[in-house]
T-cell receptor, first 112, second 114 residues
Framework: GESVGLHLPTLSVQEGDNSIINCAYS??????FIWYKQESGKGPQFIID?????DKRQGQRVTVLLNKTVKHLSLQIAATQPGDSAVYFC???????????FGRGTSLIVHP | NAGVTQTPKFRILKIGQSMTLQCTQD?????MYWYRQDPGMGLKLIYYSVGAGITDKGEVPNGYNVSRSTTEDFPLRLELAAPSQTSVYFC?????????????FGAGTRLSVL
């Protein structure tokens, strides 16, 4: 079946570097994408979202890029900090569905 | 505004026991969800609800039941607990508006079935 997946299960970076977390999706009907951050022992927390009529959206230190041609989504974190260490999930939803589909997650480890 | 509140935070069950995981939200969201998360894995949808009195199965509903008698509460019932139900359970709520659907999650219930 169609699914959402991540390329890298673990990403290690140095404090101050920029981080890029990737996500591939296969459902061509997906029209809404969300990134969540899950810190150890906590529930996921919304970071940023993007609709399919956009290819880029920026937040505070985060940018989401959407490439519909290759069905690829990425989350860029600028000047990564130790507090950014967490598991990051992408999720997608297709029009008319109440149910988002979550990817497996990427663990981001930030070394001071 | 507490958001999504789950109780209990931890629980140990014996095989065959039953329990109810409680979930309450104070954001007046119509949509509520129950997920389970196994170690190192993503979220799997157990049940969801689009409003009071309406529930539907997700990806992994076997062994669970839900009810939604009010907008605020969405309890998850485990009947005849099995070791395979050892997991972390997350409740979430959301509202869908303007094409956006942001889910707000509780802190989770860590369940062990021994």
């Amino acid at each position: 079946g169609e699914s959402v997946g991540l390329h890298l299960p673990t990403l290690s970076v140095q404090e101050g570097d920029n981080s890029i977390i990737n996500c591939a999706y296969s459902n061509s009907a997906s029209d809404y994408f969300i990134w969540y951050k899950q810190e150890s022992g906590k529930g996921p927390q919304f970071i940023i979202d993007i609709r399919s009529n956009m290819d880029k959206r920026q937040g505070q230190r985060v940018t989401v890029l959407l490439n519909k041609t290759v069905k690829h989504l990425s989350l860029q974190i600028a000047a990564t900090q130790p507090g950014d260490s967490a598991v990051y999930f992408c999720a997608e939803r297709s029009g008319g569905s109440y149910i988002p589909t979550f990817g497996r997650g990427t663990s981001l480890i930030v070394h001071p | 505004n507490a958001g999504v509140t789950q109780t209990p935070k931890f629980r140990i069950l014996k095989i065959g026991q039953s329990m109810t995981l409680q979930c309450t939200q104070d954001m007046n969201h119509n949509y509520m969800y129950w997920y389970r998360q196994d170690p190192g894995m993503g979220l799997k949808l157990i049940y969801y609800s689009v409003g009071a009195g309406i529930t539907d199965k997700g990806e992994v509903p076997n062994g669970y039941n839900v009810s939604r008698s009010t907008t605020e509460d969405f309890p998850l019932r485990l009947e005849l607990a099995a070791p395979s139900q050892t997991s972390v359970y997350f409740c979430a709520s959301s509202y869908i508006a303007g094409g956006r659907d942001i889910q707000y999650f509780g802190a989770g219930t860590r369940l062990s079935v021994l």
